[in-house]
Nanobody
Framework: VQLQASGGGWAQAGASLRLSCAASGRIYSSAVMAWFRQAPEKEREFVALTRWSRDSTLYADSVKGRFTISRDTAKNTVYLQMNSLKPEDTAVYYC???????????????WGQGTLVTVSS
């Protein structure tokens, strides 16, 4: 399985961006798809996750109410809609695939290459 993240860029505070993560190969219904982010000199942190086969989602408190994770199983793609962006959202965003319903990066076996999001005030 390969994951290809895209959609990053520059945005002003309050604006919106949508990230996409296209997966090659079969994704089993039990899979969990997640987004993480890593700001400079900080550890990778959980952003959001969803079950591939169900509309179950989980969000970090810092993005709850602003970000929405979704998936299109026909396109093998997971999205992260980011609204009301803040400068503290600036980071490289990674999509990942795992099996466990987990906010821990170590539980995810497959990672995309990352896409940079920069939010200016």
């Amino acid at each position: 399985v390969q994951l290809q993240a895209s959609g990053g860029g520059w945005a002003q505070a309050g604006a919106s961006l949508r990230l996409s993560c296209a997966a090659s190969g079969r994704i089993y219904s039990s899979a969990v798809m997640a987004w993480f982010r890593q700001a400079p000199e900080k550890e990778r942190e959980f952003v959001a996750l969803t079950r591939w086969s169900r509309d179950s989602t989980l969000y970090a408190d810092s993005v709850k109410g602003r970000f929405t994770i979704s998936r299109d199983t026909a396109k093998n793609t997971v999205y992260l809609q980011m609204n009301s962006l803040k400068p503290e959202d600036t980071a490289v965003y990674y999509c990942a695939r795992g099996i466990q319903w987990s906010m821990q990066p170590k539980e995810y076996s497959y990672w995309g290459q990352g896409t940079l999001v920069t939010v200016s005030s």
